[in-house]
């Protein structure tokens, strides 16, 4: 199922006229989550993020950042059905250290 899912995303994706451009990523070792503009298949105001492990298919997912208390956060929606909560301290600039 898991498959599936990525592949109709990926298909959506290659649709896209635009370019996924990224706005922000975290790094940890060779894990990359990746924040960009594109909708993608995300409603409302939800944007695309990516998941990408060394040379595994990219998971997607959708975000939206939230205040939590003095905090923002990044809600994730993973497609394969997970969830995550990640602090925007975490995401740097493309390329950033």
Request: glycine share 10%.
């Amino acid at each position: 199922m898991k498959a599936l899912i990525a592949l109709l995303a990926a298909l959506h994706l290659s649709a896209s006229a635009a370019p996924v451009e990224v706005v922000a990523e975290a790094v940890s070792g060779d894990v990359r989550v990746q924040l960009t503009r594109v909708p993608g298949p995300c409603a409302g105001d939800a944007r695309l993020i990516l998941f990408l492990k060394g040379r595994e298919p990219a998971l997607m997912g959708c975000y939206k950042p939230v205040q939590i208390g003095p905090n923002t956060v990044i809600l994730v929606n993973w497609l394969d059905g997970d969830r995550d909560m990640i602090p925007l301290s975490e995401f740097k600039a493309p390329g950033g250290v």
